[in-house]
């Protein structure tokens, strides 16, 4: 059982690339979501997935989009990747919508 | 943006000491809290969830809520160094798509021995 995954670890981009992160979770959980965290923001709500086939905006979604490609998967879109958007962004999933489980994060850079 | 505040800290204990985490929300319709630990360069772990007033006791951690006053701490009995980390409040936000939550900066605690 290895909860909820994340690909890739790491990544560099220059400003303009486009880049797919990627999330799974093994929990058959319904719910599943995307953070951004930067230092003195906290964590910042960007989509949510509350079941598959479903997809919501959260309370930074510019500059992202997102596909809940089935129950377990759930992955976040850079269009064209801009320096503010240099962060470490985590998936996370949950049962009931409320307790949520994290990913170990993807750290990315974008100069 | 309903608020959740938590005081950033650095708070300071030293070990065997309680260390008190303090969070304030604005949402009165807020129906559910939890609080994540976080060590620096990891994920937030959910370590206690509290839905009712009142105390909610888990080994050394106790969660307690009050909504009258829109206020949810965390106590950690007999402080260990590994306790040192960034404790997150979150709460609850009912929308027209389901529900998330909304999650305070965090505070910075320090367990010295």
């Known amino acids: 059982n290895a909860g909820v995954t994340q690909t890739p670890k790491f990544q560099v981009l220059k400003t303009g690339q486009s880049m797919t992160l990627q999330c799974a979770q093994d929990?058959?959980?319904?719910?599943m979501y995307w953070y951004r965290q930067d230092p003195g923001m906290g964590l910042r709500l960007i989509y949510y997935?509350?079941?598959?086939?479903?997809?919501d905006k959260g309370e930074v979604p510019n500059g992202y989009n997102v596909s809940r490609l089935n129950k377990r998967e759930f992955s976040l879109r850079l269009e064209s990747a801009a320096p503010s958007q240099t962060s470490v962004y985590f998936c996370?999933?949950?049962?009931?919508?409320?307790?949520?489980?994290f990913g170990p994060g993807t750290r990315l850079t974008v100069t | 943006q309903k608020e959740v505040e938590q005081n950033s800290g650095p708070l300071s204990v030293p070990e065997g000491a309680i260390a008190s985490l303090n969070c304030t929300y604005s949402?009165?319709?807020?129906?559910?809290f939890f609080w994540y630990r976080q060590y620096s360069g990891k994920s937030p772990e959910l370590i206690m969830f509290?839905?009712?007033?009142g105390d909610k006791e888990d080994g050394r951690f106790t969660a307690q809520l009050n909504k009258a006053s829109q206020y949810v701490s965390l106590l950690i009995r007999d402080s260990q160094p590994s306790d040192s980390a960034t404790y997150l409040c979150?709460?609850?936000?009912?929308?027209?798509?389901?529900?998330?939550?909304?999650f305070g900066k965090g505070t910075s605690l320090l367990v010295t021995p």
């Open positions: 996370a999933s949950g049962k009931t919508s409320l307790e949520q489980y």
């Open positions: 929990m058959n959980h319904n719910s």
């Open positions: 997935s509350a079941s598959e086939g479903t997809t």
């Open positions: 949402d009165r319709g807020s129906q559910s």
């Open positions: 509290i839905y009712s007033n």
């Open positions: 979150a709460v609850n936000v009912i929308s027209n798509s389901g529900y998330a939550l909304n």
